[in-house]
């Protein structure tokens, strides 16, 4: 079964400054991935994804790299602004599912 | 706005007591999800609706049940809630099995 991890918990960044989230994942079959970001007492939305068959994808501030040699994505948000800060969810689709990391808190410090 | 929307967004129910948290949306997409998220994990999915068929995860207890009566409503039944089962439940929706979801604003479920 495919996993994804995401190893900080929470982030801390100068507004201006780049913010780089990571997730790491365990099986090289999958469909493609998305990011979500999540404000208190709301549900997820929808970010950002990239397939298998790329390595980047870019829309706006935001940029998501995939290393397949290493099962690495990565999240690039530039510059961050105080609006960023939320939980960002990286989620793997397959199986006609989604499976989600456990999330990483983004600071961002005025 | 083409939206998901859950009811209640708190919900307190008595150990062992049956109860329903009702999801609805506007966006007539095909697939409507249920999934529990616990603090600090991440959201767990508990089963699908593609249309009218059900497709519940291999791990999920039997103490939880869903309904989808027409192509707008779904429900999560939890017939005996336990301490455990104290968690936000998401509804979410997709035009299909590839695309991303949109989240309702979520439930909060107490057991008391």
């Known amino acids: 079964d495919q996993q994804v991890k995401q190893n900080s918990p929470s982030l801390s960044v100068q507004e201006g400054r780049i913010s780089i989230l990571n997730c790491d994942y365990t099986n090289s079959m999958f469909d493609y991935f998305l990011w979500y970001k999540k404000y208190p007492a709301e549900g997820p939305t929808f970010l950002i994804s990239?397939?298998?068959?790329?390595d980047k994808n870019e829309d706006g501030r935001f940029t998501v790299f995939l290393n397949k040699s290493a099962k690495h994505l990565s999240l690039h948000i530039v510059p961050s602004q105080p609006g960023d800060s939320a939980v960002y969810f990286c989620a793997y689709f397959g199986n006609e599912k989604l499976t989600f990391g456990t999330g990483t808190r983004l600071t961002i410090i005025p | 706005d083409a939206m998901v929307i859950q009811n209640p967004r708190y919900q307190v129910t008595q150990f062992g007591k049956p109860v329903t948290l009702s999801c609805s949306q506007t966006l007539n997409h095909n697939v409507m999800y249920w999934y529990q998220q616990k603090s600090s994990q991440a959201p767990k999915l508990l089963f699908h609706y593609y249309d009218k068929d059900f497709n519940n995860e291999a791990d999920t207890p039997d103490n939880f049940q869903s309904r989808r009566p027409n192509t707008s409503f779904c429900f999560l039944d939890i017939r005996s809630p336990g301490l455990g089962d104290a968690a936000m439940y998401l509804c979410?929706?997709?035009?299909?099995?590839?695309?991303?979801?949109?989240f309702g604003s979520g439930t909060r479920l107490t057991v008391v």
């Open positions: 990239i397939s298998s068959i790329k």
């Open positions: 979410a929706t997709s035009r299909d099995m590839r695309g991303s979801s949109t």
